[in-house]
Structures are given as structure tokens and as C-alpha cells.
């Protein structure tokens, strides 16, 4: 019987064994990367959306502005107080500088969960 238990599950040099099926690991790699990215949209569009619906307004100010990527995306950063608790977040906009003001939305139970305004207008 342990010779059976060998057969259907274990490791075999760079496979798993599975069922008695052999998985090699970089496949099983993939496979978990795979269903993380997935995981991660599914949660982030589920913030957007709990935002969108339940969030409330507010005004921030753009603390910081860089140039981000290959192609020189400006990515702004923002913050905002709410109950004497400083926020940030960021939005990536070329028009933006140091000390404009933005419309922000946050979700009250959460003010670290926030979009500003524009963000939903492009999405």
C-alpha cells in the first residue's frame, strides 16, 4: 500500500505527483501566478465598485508628481484628512502638478480605500 501511495502522490525529480498524474512544478508556478493576477483584478474592481457606490467626497491636494514607466506616464500622488488622519493615493495624469487640488472618493469605513473623481470618469 505505501508503494500505491508513491504512485499517487509525491514528487518525481522536477514534477509533482498528483492522482498518480505528474505536474511539472514550473507548470504549477504558472498555474498559482495565474489565479493570483485574477484574484487581484477580482478584488480591485470589487473595491472600485463598493467605491463608486458607497464612497463619499472630498477634496485632496497633489503632494508629488514623477515620470513612471517606459513611456513617461506622470503618476500623481494625493492626499486628504479625514477625522485628523492623513490619506494618500495616486492617479496617473499628465495635467496635474504640485498643489492642485482633486476631487477625491473614499469609502467612510475605509478612507485608505479611495479613487479620485477622475479615475472613474476614464473607466
Not at 465598485?49 to 472630498?58: T, V
Not at 503632494?63 to 513617461?72: I, L, M, N, P, Q
Not at 499628465?94 to 498643489?99: F, I, N
Request: glycine share 10%; net charge positive; hydrophobic share 40%.
Amino acid at each position: 500500500m505505501d508503494t500505491d501511495l508513491k504512485k499517487k502522490f509525491g514528487i518525481d525529480g522536477g514534477n509533482l505527483i498528483l492522482l498518480s498524474r505528474k505536474i511539472h512544478f514550473l507548470h504549477v508556478a504558472m498555474i498559482l501566478i495565474a489565479l493570483y493576477f485574477i484574484w487581484h483584478v477580482a478584488v480591485k474592481t470589487m473595491e472600485s465598485d463598493s467605491i463608486g457606490k458607497n464612497g463619499k467626497n472630498i477634496i485632496g491636494v497633489i503632494d508629488d508628481t514623477r515620470k513612471v514607466g517606459g513611456k513617461g506616464i506622470r503618476r500623481c500622488t494625493y492626499y486628504f484628512i479625514v477625522g485628523k488622519i492623513k490619506y494618500e493615493g495616486s492617479i496617473d495624469d499628465d495635467y496635474l502638478s504640485v498643489g492642485d487640488s482633486i476631487k477625491i472618493r473614499y469609502l467612510p469605513t475605509d478612507p485608505s480605500k479611495n479613487r479620485a473623481i477622475k479615475w472613474f470618469q476614464r473607466h
